[in-house]
């Protein structure tokens, strides 16, 4: 029995000729020597990286040019702008008329206080007001009187120079005539001059009494006066037992209870006005120095940015953090309650035209003046940067970087400070 073999499955192949497998291999090293060519400077940066770090593990941005508005974004407590304390202004017992959390409007009685000794000395100033103004129109039933007489005593003068001015007129002609005797003509001659200087002592006498009676009755006019004034601040005393809100809102806390004994610049309770919020926010220590009122901001409410202003900045420094208040600039937004927590930036400046990048960790680990520049081969080299202004999410590069470069804006611990870091797959 033969076995068959497997010849009758052989095929025969003819020799390749010469020419050709040089050919061949010719071109597969022109492919070798341009894929080496190629790879070279890839291969050098390779082997010079001494770290290598998976390139999902970092996060890159891209340097541009752009403006640059630094900020700081804080968390802000809605407050109310107006929010007065009410107090008692006068020692008593106070009764209540609103309710905590009552609404009222301006002017409205919220509470009075009932002051015995107030009210009585009120009572007794009156009286001694109405009593001042009856002794003063009496002063001046009697300076009139008295007046009158001094006007009668110099008419009686002016009648008496008369009748002397007549009797010197008759011892004239009696003279002339040689009928009178000397002594006699002489004697109404000086009953005339007396009758003259009576005359006037009466006239003088009654314009003085006259000026003195007009300075007595101006005296007790502003006797009147002060008493009326007295009587005035008492009346606007007890008008202030009836403590009023100044303002429309709510009542707040009650600070004291029905009927309870106040003292004078005791508080009672607080209003708020629920028209008017500001937001009061906690500043960092570090943005101090660059706070200043009228800045700008923008308060986030439901997600829409309402403009604002910072009016007031503390002038010291609490727990490293600087209290500041910001105003609603114009529109409001609606359904705000008390201490709600929204928040708020504060547009601390501007920087226009500046080459910038997002922000990252880079900054904390690379102190700002480090950055790995992210090739297209995913070889990431060290580069020292400088920095400026930064905001809430970018950073201003004043040299090192240019726009259209890419680096790695993560943690750049895993790098270990390392020229050229090779990001892998």
Not at 290 to 309: N, S, T, W
Request: hydrophobic share 45%; net charge negative.
């Amino acid at each position: 029995m033969r076995i068959s073999d497997t010849s009758a499955q052989d095929t025969r192949i003819k020799p390749a000729k010469p020419h050709k497998r040089r050919i061949l291999v010719g071109s597969a090293g022109v492919v070798v020597i341009a894929s080496l060519v190629f790879a070279a400077p890839w291969v050098e940066r390779w082997a010079n990286a001494t770290v290598s770090v998976p390139f999902d593990r970092v996060r890159t941005a891209t340097v541009a040019r752009g403006d640059l508005v630094r900020d700081v974004s804080i968390q802000g407590r809605v407050v109310a702008a107006v929010s007065p304390t009410l107090y008692a202004t006068e020692t008593g017992t106070i009764t209540l008329h609103a309710e905590a959390g009552e609404q009222v409007v301006a002017g409205q009685v919220l509470a009075t206080v009932d002051s015995p000794d107030l009210a009585s000395a009120l009572q007794q100033a009156e009286s001694a007001l109405e009593q001042r103004k009856m002794e003063l129109e009496r002063q001046r039933i009697e300076s009139k009187q008295q007046a009158l007489e001094k006007r009668k005593e110099a008419d009686l003068a002016d009648v008496a120079l008369v009748a002397a001015s007549r009797e010197k007129r008759r011892a004239d002609d009696a003279h002339e005539r040689g009928v009178i005797p000397v002594i006699d003509y002489e004697k109404a001659q000086d009953e005339l001059r007396n009758a003259e200087l009576a005359y006037e002592h009466a006239v003088a006498d009654a314009s003085l009494f006259e000026e003195r009676l007009a300075f007595e009755l101006r005296a007790s006019e502003f006797d009147v006066d002060r008493q009326e004034m007295v009587v005035r601040d008492l009346r606007r005393q007890v008008g202030e037992l009836s403590i009023k809100s100044p303002v429309d809102g709510i009542v707040g806390d009650l600070l004291v209870d029905q009927k309870a004994a106040v003292a004078v610049d005791m508080p009672v309770m607080a209003v708020v006005d629920l028209s008017r919020f500001e937001i009061d926010a906690q500043v960092p220590e570090s943005y101090a120095d660059d706070l200043v009122a009228g800045m700008q901001a923008e308060i986030l409410v439901a997600g829409r940015a309402f403009p604002a202003r910072l009016v007031a900045v503390s002038p010291e420094i609490v727990g490293n953090q600087v209290a500041s208040r910001i105003r609603f600039d114009g529109e409001m937004p609606a359904n705000l309650r008390q201490n709600q927590r929204l928040t708020t930036r504060i547009l601390l400046a501007e920087h226009p035209d500046v080459v910038l990048v997002q922000r990252g960790q880079f900054l904390d680990s690379g102190a700002g003046r480090i950055a790995y520049v992210v090739s297209e081969d995913r070889i990431a080299e060290r580069r020292r940067i400088q920095t400026g202004a930064r905001s809430l999410g970018a950073v201003e590069v004043i040299s090192g970087l240019e726009p259209g470069d890419t680096i790695v804006i993560s943690n750049l611990d895993p790098f270990r400070g390392a020229d050229t870091v090779l990001l892998t797959n």
